[in-house]
């Protein structure tokens, strides 16, 4: 690819839509900076060659013009010396110089407005390289603090499940709470109900209750049996 096609697409490419497809933008935006930077010295070699060009288009265009008017001074002098066949070949010199004019003009013109495209490109680069560096500290910027808030969101992710963790680990222990108790509670039932009975079956010999009257039936009962 030439150099002129080169700069034309250096010229029409859309940084922002690079960088969006980009997987790293700070990578890419380095690198396109490199490649615009060696494009920069291509643009450099190409637009002092065509300025050179134009100047020598110009210091071709001077001496002619130059030696048509020495010419044209050198014919009046030999008129003015009486001298009319000098003066004719002077004047007939003249017109060679003067054909030579008009394509010397066009070839000027053109070097010279391939000069100026060439120092537009050259001044455009440059501003965009300048433009770019400075972009590329900022979008430096962004992605660090990108890369930042990344880190934080999953150092904020294993925290959840560090707090689902607890939250677990409190919901067990709440359970092994309810089974001590609900094991403390029967034994402190079972210990009451063995209490009570051995309370009661003791209360029979320390307070004896019998009805006279019945045993004395009983006594009757067993006589008559024979008993």
């Given amino acids: 690819m030439g150099i002129m096609e080169r700069f034309k697409d250096i010229m029409s490419a859309n940084i ?3 960088l969006d497809k980009a997987e790293d933008p700070e990578k890419m935006i380095d690198q396109y900076l490199r490649n615009m930077e060696s494009d920069l010295g291509k643009v450099k070699a190409e637009t002092a060659s065509v300025i050179a060009e134009e100047s020598r288009a110009k210091r071709a265009l001077d001496e002619c013009n130059a030696n048509i008017a020495k010419m044209q001074t050198y014919a009046e002098k030999a008129i ?5 066949n000098d003066a004719r070949q002077f004047l007939a010199q003249k017109k060679v110089y003067t054909d030579q004019l008009t394509s010397l003009q066009n070839t000027y013109q053109i070097a010279s407005e391939n000069a100026a495209k060439m120092r537009n490109m050259h001044d455009k680069l440059v501003n965009d390289i300048s433009q770019l560096n400075a972009r590329r500290d900022s979008i430096k910027a962004k992605m660090a603090a990108a890369k930042t808030q990344q880190r ?5 992710s294993s925290a959840l499940g560090v707090a689902n963790d607890m939250s677990a680990f409190e919901r067990m222990e709440a359970k092994a709470d309810k089974m001590l108790d609900e094991a403390n509670a029967m034994s402190e039932l079972n210990k009451t109900a063995g209490e009570a009975s051995i309370d009661d079956l003791a209360s029979k010999y320390d307070n004896p209750q019998t009805d006279s009257s019945i045993d004395d039936e009983l006594a009757a009962l067993k006589a008559q049996m024979g008993k």
């Avoid at 003015?80 to 009319?84: S, V």
């Avoid at 934080?152 to 904020?156: C, L, V, Y």
């Fill in 80 to 84: 003015n010396a009486g001298n009319d």
């Fill in 16 to 18: 922002n839509a690079l």
């Fill in 152 to 156: 934080i969101n999953k150092i904020g």
